[in-house]
């Protein structure tokens, strides 16, 4: 008869398993590129810092709308589905400036892409400079990536370790916990028994 393993092996099983589908996704999925483009957003005469700020913020929200990538797909040479999905913009707080960051297995068209929403965003200020009074300019033009930034095969299997292990510690502490069989209930006590009415206790027979 087999022996029964401990409860607490469901860690380290977990843990094993996590690895093995962390590897297989890791030599299985393909790797991704990113290249990331600068645009910047400075004051004319008519302007304030804060004015530019306030724009650099505005742009890089509207730099998904069709309007904007549809110029972009032009320069880009892909649809403008891939680049809603692949293209992200970022701010920040402190400085007029949009990050513009493309992802693709194909490290080139990461780059075209990149830049493409870049250079249709200064596209798009150039034509609303007289209304916004900034300047939308290309700070920066993406570089071609050498290496992908999707994770590798180690470190994929490091974090599916550490998923599946951290997934069977919390199983075992909202398992159900059964009784031992070998552990008795307690007894209850019942009411002590009356004697009948009208009849006196009868006294114990000492031999």
Not at 9 to 36: F, I, K, L, N, R
Not at 141 to 163: D, E, F, M, N, Q
Request: net charge positive; glycine share 8%; charged share 15%.
């Amino acid at each position: 008869m087999l022996k029964r393993l401990p409860v607490w092996s469901v860690v380290p099983a977990a843990a094993v398993a996590g690895v093995g589908a962390g590897s297989v996704y890791g030599a299985v999925s393909t790797p991704e590129y990113s290249a990331t483009s600068y645009v910047l957003v400075v004051p004319t005469a008519k302007s304030d810092p804060a004015s530019a700020l306030g724009f650099a913020t505005a742009y890089g929200r509207v730099a998904s709308q069709v309007a904007v990538l549809g110029d972009a797909q032009v320069w880009a040479g892909v649809p403008v589905e891939k680049l809603k999905a692949q293209v992200t913009t970022a701010t920040s707080p402190d400085a007029p400036m949009i990050s513009v960051t493309a992802t693709d297995a194909n490290p080139s068209t990461a780059v075209d892409m990149a830049d493409g929403v870049a250079r249709a965003l200064v596209s798009n200020g150039t034509h609303l400079q007289t209304d916004t009074n900034v300047k939308v300019l290309q700070f920066s033009r993406a570089i071609k990536p050498k290496s992908p930034t999707s994770p590798s095969t180690p470190l994929a299997a490091l974090v599916g370790g550490c998923a599946g292990g951290l997934l069977g510690a919390l199983a075992l502490l909202v398992r159900p916990r059964r009784r031992r069989e070998s552990e008795p209930y307690p007894s209850v006590p019942g009411p002590a028994t009356a004697p009948a009415k009208g009849l006196a206790p009868q006294p114990e027979t000492v031999s």
